[in-house]
């Protein structure tokens, strides 16, 4: 069974331009998880998808991010227009429940190294 | 808001010694779950603690859950080369989603 997977695994960008990320999870999960890591800091929740809709967006730093699953599959994270501060290792992770039940571990993809020049 | 911390942010270890990082939460946690990432890695799930006092060991590794429900522990006994890499604990809590630390990145000497 395929893990969860994103692409691309590094994105070099300058400043002001645009960038698209992508995950496909786990095949089934509808739970899918967008998280953040900033050199040397913790894991950042962004957001939470139960299949197209967004439970829980509380995370997204600004109106830069756009996040989409379209028909309850694959996720794009879009950074429009992307600032220095937008460089780090950005995870997805899905899972079959949500964590709010407590009985589920997360499967997390490789990331995708975003650096903002 | 719902803050998890870990200590210490760096563990130097000399092969064969024993170490602990822990893990403290400012509310009460549903459940608290370890990851483990290797460096150039991402995270993968070790274990999740749901029980008030919990223990669980796995191999040279000891996960302790608080009785309070807010702090946990990792004991790594016997350290060895493999065992590099940054241990991060997730809170999950009522709020649905799990509250990463900054994560112990741990280095071995041999």
């Known amino acids: ?117 | 808001g719902q803050q998890v911390m870990q200590i210490p942010q760096y563990q130097h270890v000399q092969e064969g010694e024993d170490f602990t990082t822990y893990c403290n939460s400012s509310t009460t946690l549903s459940n608290i779950q370890w990851y483990k990432q290797r460096p150039g890695g991402h995270p993968v799930f070790l274990i999740q603690l749901v029980k008030s006092g919990e223990v669980k060991k796995q191999k040279r590794l000891t996960f302790q859950f608080g009785e309070a429900k807010k702090n946990s522990s990792l004991h790594i006994t016997a350290t060895q080369t493999t065992d590099v890499g940054t241990y991060f604990c997730a809170g999950g809590g009522s709020w649905g989603k799990l509250q990463f630390g900054a994560g112990t990145q741990v280095v071995v000497t041999p």
């Open chain 1, 1 to 117: 069974e395929a893990g969860v997977t994103q692409f691309p695994s590094h994105s070099v960008i300058e400043k002001g331009q645009t960038v698209t990320l992508r995950c496909d999870p786990i095949s089934g999960h509808d739970n899918l998880y967008w998280y953040r890591r900033v050199m040397g800091k913790e894991i950042k929740f962004l957001l939470h998808f139960v299949k197209e809709s967004k439970q829980d967006e509380s995370g997204m730093p600004n109106n830069r991010f756009l996040a989409e699953r379209t028909g309850g599959t694959y996720s794009t994270l879009k950074v429009q227009p992307a600032e220095l501060e937008d460089s780090g290792v950005y995870f997805c992770a899905s899972s079959p429940l949500p964590w709010s039940q407590g009985t589920t571990e997360a499967f997390f993809g490789q990331g995708t190294r975003l650096t903002v020049v």
